[in-house]
Each structure stands twice: as C-alpha cells, then as structure tokens.
Antibody
Framework: EVQLVESGGGLVKPGGSLRLSCAAS????????MSWVRQAPGKGLQWVGR??????????DYAAPGKGRFTISRDDSKNTLYLQMNSLKTEDTGVYYC??????????WGQGTLVTVSS | EIVMTQSPATLSVSPGERAALSCRAS??????LAWYQQKPGQAPRLLIY???TRATGIPVRFSGSGSGTEFTLTISSLQSEDFAVYYC?????????FGQGTKLEIK
C-alpha cells in the first residue's frame, strides 16, 4: 500500500523558515516524480513545485508564488521528499500535501501538514 | 500559465440523478487533464486522468470526456458519498494548474 506522510508543519512568523518532509513507502520512490501542492484555508488547490527522478535529471520546477523562496529536494536513500520554505509570508498559510506520480499523474497523496504563518 | 475554469461553482443535484461538471482550459492541453474529488478534511483523490481514463478503484459511474480546451466529468447516478468538491487539473504544461473547483451539493 502506498503511503505518503507529511511532517514539519507548524506556526512560524512572517519572514521565517520551515522545512517540510514527506516520508514515502509502498512504491519505488526513486522512480516517482514528486510534487508539493498546497491549499489555503477554504480555498482551492495550488501547485507549489515538482522534482523529477534522478533518471530524468532530478530537476525541479516551481510555481510563481514560491519561486526563489522554496526549494524541493529528495533523498532516495531515505525515501523522503523535502520542501524548504524561506522568507515565509502570511499568504503561504495552508495545508501542504505531497503527491507522487506512481502509476500516473498525482495518483497518490499524503494527508497534508498545516503551515500557519502569523505574527 | 494555463488557466483552468470550472463551471458551475456550485451544483445542486438529487441523489440518483446525473451530474455534469465542466472544465475549460485557456489553451489546448490535448488530453492531459485529470479530475480529483476532495471531501472536507481529506486529501484530493484522483478520479480520472488522460481526460477519460478512470483511476484504479474508481466506480464506473464516474466518466470523463473532452480534449483540447473543453472537458466534462459526468457522474451517472449520484450516491451520497459523491457530494464533495471536484477539481480539474491540466498537466500538459508546467505549472500543472487546477481549476477553482465545483462544489457538488445535495438538492
């Protein structure tokens, strides 16, 4: 059974930093493109970014809101995905989901971790 | 960035009836279109990918159609568990963008 478990969320002040983790199991992590998607309270889904497999170059792409502030990385030896978030803004508040392209696009999701940016 | 527009924002349908949800892309996304269901407090769940292919374990009452810029998700006979928010998402171009969602509510 595929499992994605996010952690690392919490309360942080504007301008602060936070690192989220996503522990994966039940599939070959190194072969899956991985993404972060967020959802502000009461709002819709928004892409944060994606990292390809090392076989596909390991490259990352970011949506505009996080570009230059967010960094996605992966540790295939630990089956873990990361999202480093710097210079956080109040509008970054929301639930952050990790998602895996296991058999097809975004067919598996974690339950999310809540990030609250507030003074 | 490709803009995805869903309509209507809210759809009220009685159980047992058919529901049709629309999604329009600001430019062609070929068949690179997925549909997700999200219930309160839960993660999104993939229903349809490649515009018309049901994901693993998805009931046959869910079907997707369309290509290019116009897409439809049809639920043939609504069950109580189908009342939720539905999102379309294109993955033809980066960033993968979502529509704003359609809330399917009980009439």
């Amino acid at each position: 059974e595929v499992q994605l478990v996010e952690s690392g969320g919490g309360l942080v002040k504007p301008g602060g930093s936070l690192r989220l983790s996503c522990a994966a199991s039940g599939f070959t992590f190194s072969k899956a493109w991985m993404s972060w998607v967020r959802q502000a309270p009461g709002k819709g889904l928004q892409w944060v970014g994606r990292i390809k497999t090392k076989t596909d170059g390991g490259t990352t792409d970011y949506a505009a809101p996080g570009k230059g502030r967010f960094t996605i990385s992966r540790d295939d030896s630990k089956n873990t995905l990361y999202l480093q978030m710097n210079s956080l803004k109040t509008e970054d508040t929301g639930v952050y989901y990790c998602s895996a392209d296991v058999s097809t696009v975004n067919d598996n999701w974690g339950q999310g971790t809540l990030v609250t940016v507030s003074s | 960035e490709i803009v995805m527009t869903q309509s209507p924002a809210t759809l009220s349908v009685s159980p047992g009836e058919r529901a049709a949800l629309s999604c329009r892309a600001s430019q062609s996304v070929s068949s690179s279109l997925a549909w997700y269901q999200q219930k309160p407090g839960q993660a999104p769940r993939l229903l349809i990918y490649d515009a018309s292919t049901r994901a693993t374990g998805i009931p046959v009452r869910f079907s997707g159609s369309g290509s290019g810029t116009e897409f439809t998700l049809t639920i043939s006979s609504l069950q109580s568990e189908d009342f939720a928010v539905y999102y379309c998402q294109q993955y033809d171009n980066w960033p993968r963008t979502f529509g704003q969602g359609t809330k399917l509510e009980i009439k």
